[in-house]
């Protein structure tokens, strides 16, 4: 019998073969037995696109929620089975005064797909935490350990996401500090909050946050952010400064790149409120794209096209998805 393909944009998808496991042991057992190519590990679906009804190949997905500790004087790491729900470890690490996640709240999906994503919010990445990366390797056919510097941890990137779906990740690595600090720099972080900073204190806002700008994967189907902010140099940003002088932009990671912000480019072109079927752009946030109810994958592809085309006829730029077509 097919296996529904979990996703957060809520499409109809299924998968020839589907594999749970929570070991390397289990993950080469299956892979032995001639299962269907390619391989794809997948978390819950929260930042890929399904372009058919059926993925012809093989889903892994992981059910490795266990959740390791030890000490040091003014640090814990914590080693996480790559299935474990990424908010329930972030809720977690608050219960716990762990310092180092809790801007991060809320973000769907699981902790082995946060450090293949090295996904961000209120300016954090998982990479700011992640001490290392325990993966299968599937060509070698052996388990393997990356340190964080060998992760090529950038913006929305890892090595994990660019090697052919190679590396499984089976547990992630943690290093949070017993120490309070935080990072309220970010948009309206520090202004949201009431009182002093504590760690509930921004996980709360945070939350309250991202539930006033972003749709409620529950209620209205959509993979997040559906195009990644484009880095430009300072040549390109004075170009476009020349016409439109109050464009947003932010130092890129590199400090000598900038960063524009994706969602006022699509604003800028007109898109806010296009549709094609079922598939739209969010009214309260033009970098996502949602599904209306019964979206296909060709409807939300078509919306993905009008406006990387719009947003190149008008800046003269290529948006790049940071959603994964499969
Ligand atoms: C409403 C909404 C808000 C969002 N907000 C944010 C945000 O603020 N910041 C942000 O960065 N992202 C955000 N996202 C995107 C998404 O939550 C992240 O990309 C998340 O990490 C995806 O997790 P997942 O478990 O669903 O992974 P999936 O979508 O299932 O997979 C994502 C990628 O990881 C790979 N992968 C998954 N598990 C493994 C594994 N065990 N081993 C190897 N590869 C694996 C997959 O092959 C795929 O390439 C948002 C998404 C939604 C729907």
Known sequence: MATFIQNSFGLKVSAGHYVDYSSAEDLRKALRDSTPKPWLPIGRGSNLLFSGEVFQGTVLHCTDDTVETSFGSNYVRVRVGAGLRWDAFVEMCVEKGWYGAENLSLIPGDVGAAAVQNIGAYGIEAASII????????????????????????????????????????????????????????????????????????RNAVIAIRRAKLPDPEQIG?????????????EKLAELQSSYPDIPHYPAADGISVKLAAGWLIDRCGCKSMRKGDAAVYEKQALVLVNQGNATASDILALADFIINSVKDRFGLTLRMEVEVV
Do not use: W
Not at 161 to 180: A, G, M, Q, T, W
Not at 222 to 234: H, I, R, T
């Open 131 to 202: 001490s290392s990366v325990e993966v299968y390797d599937t060509f070698e056919d052996c388990e393997r350990v990356f340190f964080a510097d060998e992760c090529e941890y950038a913006y929305r990137s890892s090595i994990f996401k660019h090697c052919d779906k190679r590396y499984i990740v089976l547990k992630v690595i943690f290093k949070l500090s017993l120490e309070p600090h935080f990072s309220l720099n970010y948009g309206n972080l520090e202004s949201a909050l009431t009182g002093e900073p504590s760690l509930q204190g921004v």
């Open 222 to 234: 959509s993979a997040g952010s559906f195009f990644m902010n484009p880095v430009v140099s300072a």
